[in-house]
């Protein structure tokens, strides 16, 4: 039974952390009113483990999970769960699925897996929940109600009429930035399920909500988009702490909306580069966001990462593990009401390497 | 007498020398809307090979595609080049960091910097990066 974590703990623990051959760890904090419901999870998210032909896959990203799954393993204090964000696989295949699977079987934690949209089009997530389970879901945690979602599905004309086969589908879906895709969306028979799952929650329980697409509309040209996003939000606004986990974009974003807090978590397997970096069309990033560094392709896993999360009084503190960089940490501040970057949100605590262009 | 024929035979060859440029229009440097229309097309050809090269898995040996990781060819930074490439240590111009890629993330060889394909890809990333002002040698 381990003890109520103080902050002290924590930060002993920290620094034990990194003295362990200097861990990256993403710690989400939460700093619960009753310590005894102080807890931390590890999420992990996109992959893209890719298969290039029969038992041969892309060594790049099969190394980004080995990676996070062996240090989310060394943890200490241990993390209750972990969460994985989506995109095991980079396109759905039984092969790749087994193997990503494979990976995360040497965790030592119970996982909570979510649906992205690279396990899903291929074959309509049929292997995935023979591996996973529930493409939904929800469940209880120390006084906190998860949820998690299928935050990837499309409109049911592109879905089952436009693609002659499933791996066609998968393809045209695969590319962010192709212009075939679908937007994301939840839809209307799981916001119903939605609906009725937080029916009998107090609304004063803390939610925290896990979605591959971010529940928000950022930028549609590459899918950081989910298309019933208002629709969503409305489900999730009279609970008093919501926090919305979303992996997809591959780098750092964060967004306070009403009393809705959004933390984006980052990839194993590679960063994306920020949309305003793309000069054919204007779009924006939640203004509150301080970028990550831009990513050094000359060092493999750059800009790629995982994280721990903290909970403690219903809203969390991410630590993002960032190898090669100064760790990242985003937690709530309760005097503004929205997530903070804890090194750099000021102005003139900006450094160089977070200007994209 | 001889004098004057030279003469007229100078004259007359130079009106026979130069009788193209009586019948035939300047072909040197007047083009014309319909050849603007069609260099235009023939680039955007190219242009679309490009983004065709860019996303199809093909370049390298084990199927990851510049699209990965360049949506939109976006983090490629055209403008910038030539510059000094500090993880290869010299100033480089464009193609030879898009064949560092190839070589590295997508575990392929080089192409040499005429080939169709590399002159594709660069009309590509350029394409997708146009109006952005040239600043050669910015990190």
Redesign the interface.
């Known amino acids: 039974m381990t003890k109520s974590l103080t902050r002290r703990d924590f930060i002993k623990g920290a620094s034990a952390m990194t003295a362990i051959a200097t861990l990256p760890i993403s710690m989400v904090e939460l700093v619960f009113a009753d310590s005894s419901l102080n807890f931390t999870f590890a999420h992990i998210s996109d992959s893209h483990i890719?298969?290039?032909k029969g038992t041969?896959f892309?060594?790049?990203w099969d190394r980004g999970l080995i990676r996070a799954v062996a240090e989310t393993n060394l943890l200490n204090p241990k993390p209750d769960f972990v969460i994985y964000g989506g995109d095991l696989a980079q396109l759905g295949s039984k092969p790749e699925l087994d193997r990503g699977a494979e990976i995360m079987s040497a965790l030592n934690y119970k996982i909570y897996y979510s649906m992205g949209e690279h396990d899903y089009y291929e074959d309509l997530g049929e292997y995935w929940s023979k591996l996973f389970g529930k493409h939904y879901y929800s469940f209880d945690h120390k006084g906190v109600h998860f949820v998690v979602l299928n935050s990837i599905l499309t409109y049911d004309e592109w879905t089952y009429n436009r693609w002659p086969t499933g791996k066609q589908r998968m393809l045209e879906m695969a590319?962010?930035?192709n212009p075939n895709g679908s937007p994301f969306m939840v839809g209307e028979k799981q916001r119903d399920w939605l609906r009725q799952d937080l029916a009998n929650i107090n609304k004063s329980t803390p939610l925290v909500v896990i979605s591959h697409s971010p529940l928000q509309k950022i930028w549609r040209?590459?899918n950081f988009w989910t298309e019933d996003a208002e629709e969503v939000q409305a489900l999730l606004k009279p609970f008093k702490k919501t926090t919305v986990i979303y992996g997809h974009v591959h780098q750092i974003q964060y967004n306070q909306i009403g009393n809705i807090s959004f933390h984006a978590v980052m990839a194993t397997a590679?960063?994306?580069?920020y949309p305003a970096?793309?000069?054919?069309a204007e779009q924006y990033l939640p203004k509150i966001t301080v970028p990550m560094n831009r990513?050094?392709?000359?060092q493999?896993r750059d800009a790629t990462g995982w994280q721990f999360i903290n909970m403690a009084n219903g809203n969390i503190d991410l630590h993002y593990t960032l190898y090669d960089n100064a760790r990242r940490i985003v937690a709530f501040n309760t005097i503004t009401g929205q997530p903070e970057d804890m090194g750099y949100q000021a102005e003139n605590k900006r450094i160089p390497p977070q200007s994209?262009? | 007498m001889k004098r004057i024929k030279r003469q007229r035979f100078g004259a007359i060859m130079l009106v026979i020398v130069t009788l193209p440029c009586w019948v035939i229009p300047a072909m040197a440097d007047e083009f014309t809307q319909e050849d603007l229309t069609r260099w235009s097309g023939e680039y955007m050809t190219v242009v679309k090979q490009g983004r065709k090269v860019f996303t199809d898995g093909k370049l390298g040996t084990n199927g990851v595609s510049c699209g990965q990781c360049h949506p939109n060819a976006s983090n490629t930074h055209p403008e910038t080049y030539p510059k000094f490439q500090k993880q290869l240590g010299e100033v480089v111009a464009i193609w030879e960091m898009i064949n560092w890629c190839i070589r590295n993330p997508l575990e392929g060889k080089d192409l040499a910097a005429d080939d169709p394909r590399m002159t594709a890809l660069q009309a590509y990333i350029s394409h997708e990066r146009r109006g952005v002002k040239l600043e050669p040698g910015k990190h």
């Open positions: 890719q298969q290039i041969k892309v060594r790049n590319g962010i930035d040209g590459w590679w960063p994306w580069p970096t793309y000069a054919q990513a050094d392709p000359f493999e994209h262009y």
